[in-house]
């Protein structure tokens, strides 16, 4: 079976955002830009199912600028995908149209499981894999914490509101991670060299044909109000007193 | 503008979750539910208490029993023939069929809304709450989730809707519910508590958390959170976790106890009314959102409060 990996350029998140003081959005130039960190879990899982023998390919595929190929890309083949698909672009494309390019994709590719991340850390949409599930008529194991194929299904367990849920999916099927799923090996430096020659297809947003108009203008991005610090107590009398005061404590 | 509201329950009793989306719903324009579940009569007659809702749609069949995505968002879409929006809580079950919908309509969702600021513009948090954006959408009809702590929740009686039964559109025979494991817990919800105490790593085990964490809590008649890394070392299940990615809480009062204060954990609690901090690193970022801060050793100050309280 094979895997295909979507996986989205996103800013650091070790980088405390910063947003444009003409309000357009989150400062992007010159600041460090790495792999969605629920995408490098999806990875992880993928790579996994094929050390299992469960999994025969893992294609990596990303939506982006072009520098990708040389970062998150070859992150993703470090980590163990076998080759990787970048369809270019230097605009934001939305959840929907991702999910519009990705279904061409899956359409090529006809892979047997699509694992994606539930969310990327930048717009924080949490739509993509269930969009994609949508268009293709496919289910949809979302919020992962455990991932079991057997024959023509797959099980997953979710993280819900309330605790774990499980569903037996019949493949092909759409699984997006959650972070207990698995904890990413590193890409190391070995790796990294032995995958800049693992194959890369170069294509851009026109190939497929479909419409990837934005269809939500962004009117302004500010910072959200700020909090800022109180008051130090000396000890627990203190605090005591100070939840008192609020009425939490009698 | 007519709006649909996905209502969330156990087939037993509406969650609180939606009464925030109800609220949202109704600055859009008239607004209807939709209950689809299995023997769920009695959730659309207490749905129909609600104040403010027209008509609660009602789609009683085995195929909604477990609210699974594959089965409700083509019900959803079907229902959408008649209505201008759909709104959904952003809890697990609502962002896990609000995008099916979507993109079953062809139209770009809008996620976690915190106010609505015109019919077609919203604010929503981007990068983990650290910028808010105001976006408008060009599409013809409207699919929504709404960040319950952003709205007010909805009255639950004082209503008086008519409930009308819809046509079920089955089986989509390609998922299964298999088991799911709840947690049973005599304290109040997570996202719904007016006091939390939250623990973190610094809690060191388990037993900890149990012996120090929980039994300050009961004695608050508080919910228990705690930080990812709690969870990831696994003191506490996953329905413990308070962040970006977690929950997203904003009680009267939030007691973080033994968490640095991470951005992902701001994100999620950084609307709470007041915020309390103990922490032996006086460095901690979590300081740098407290309105009462205590530097000192955990283990030490935790059980002097529990004597005091």
Not at chain 1, 47 to 52: D, G, P, S, T, Y
Not at chain 1, 178 to 204: C, F, G, H, Q
Not at chain 2, 44 to 57: E, H, K, S, T, Y
Request: aromatic share 4%; with cysteine; proline share 5%.
């Amino acid at each position: 079976m094979k895997i295909l990996v979507p996986v989205k350029r996103v800013l650091d998140f070790n980088v405390k955002p910063r947003v444009k003081a003409d309000g357009s959005g989150v400062d992007l130039a010159n600041v460090k830009m790495g792999l969605n960190p629920f995408d490098e879990i999806a990875i992880e899982a993928a790579v996994r199912l094929k050390e299992q023998g469960t999994a025969s390919e893992i294609v990596a595929v990303t939506i982006g600028v072009a520098k990708a190929e040389s970062d998150v890309l070859l992150t993703a083949r470090a980590m163990g995908a076998d080759r990787a698909i970048l369809i270019a672009t230097d605009d934001a494309v939305e959840p929907l149209g991702v999910a519009k390019l990705l279904a061409k994709v899956v359409e090529e590719e006809q892979p047997g499981l699509v694992i994606l991340g539930k969310q990327a850390i930048d717009d924080d949409s949490n739509q993509t894999g269930q969009m994609l599930a949508a268009l293709l008529g496919w289910p949809q194991g979302t919020f992962a914490s455990r991932i079991e194929v057997g024959g023509d299904a797959v099980c997953v367990t979710r993280e819900v509101d309330g605790g774990l849920e499980t569903v037996r999916l019949t493949l092909p099927a759409i699984v997006t991670t959650d972070l207990r799923l698995n904890e990413p090996r590193y890409a190391t430096l070995p790796n990294i060299m032995k995958a800049k020659s693992k194959p890369v297809l170069r294509k851009a947003v026109a190939d497929y044909g479909v419409d990837v108009h934005p269809r939500l203008k962004t009117l302004k991005v500010v910072e959200p109000a700020s909090r800022s610090a109180g008051v130090r107590v000396a000890d627990a009398d203190a605090l005591v007193a100070r939840l008192r005061e609020m009425g939490v404590a009698k | 503008m007519r709006a649909l509201v996905w209502v969330e329950h156990d087939n037993k009793s509406v969650k609180d979750a939606t009464l925030a989306a109800i609220t949202a719903a109704l600055q859009l324009g008239e607004v209807d539910l939709l209950v689809a579940g299995d023997g769920c009569a009695g959730v659309a007659d207490q749905a129909a208490q609600i104040p403010g809702v027209v008509r609660v749609l009602v789609a009683d069949d085995a195929a909604y029993a477990h609210g699974l995505a594959e089965n409700v968002a083509p019900l959803i879409v079907a229902l959408m023939a008649d209505h201008d929006a759909v709104l959904f809580p952003s809890t697990t079950t609502g962002k896990n069929i609000a995008p099916r919908v979507a993109a079953g309509l062809d139209v770009m969702q809008i996620s976690d809304i915190l106010s609505i600021e015109g019919p077609d513009t919203f604010t929503r948090p981007i990068y983990a709450g650290n910028a808010i954006a105001t976006v408008q959408t060009r599409d013809a009809k409207l699919v929504i989730t709404v960040r319950g702590t952003a709205f007010e929740k909805a009255a639950a009686s004082g209503g008086s809707a008519s409930v009308v039964p819809v046509p079920s559109e089955g089986d989509q025979g390609m998922s299964r519910f298999v088991s799911a494991e709840i947690a049973q817990s005599e304290r109040p919800e997570l996202t719904s508590a007016k006091l939390i105490v939250s623990g973190g790593r610094a809690l060191q085990s388990g037993e900890n958390f149990r012996t120090i964490i929980e039994p300050v809590a009961d004695k608050l008649g508080a919910a228990v959170g705690a930080s990812r890394a709690a969870v990831d070392a696994g003191y506490v299940p996953n329905d413990y976790q308070v962040g970006q990615t977690g929950k997203i809480v904003a009680p009267e009062v939030y007691i973080a106890v033994g968490i640095s204060g991470a951005i992902q954990h701001l994100a999620g609690m950084k609307d709470s009314k007041t915020i309390v901090a103990i922490n032996k690193d006086e460095d901690a970022p979590i300081f740098q959102v407290a309105d009462i801060g205590l530097v000192g050793d955990l283990f030490k100050v935790v059980p002097e409060l529990m004597g005091k309280l």
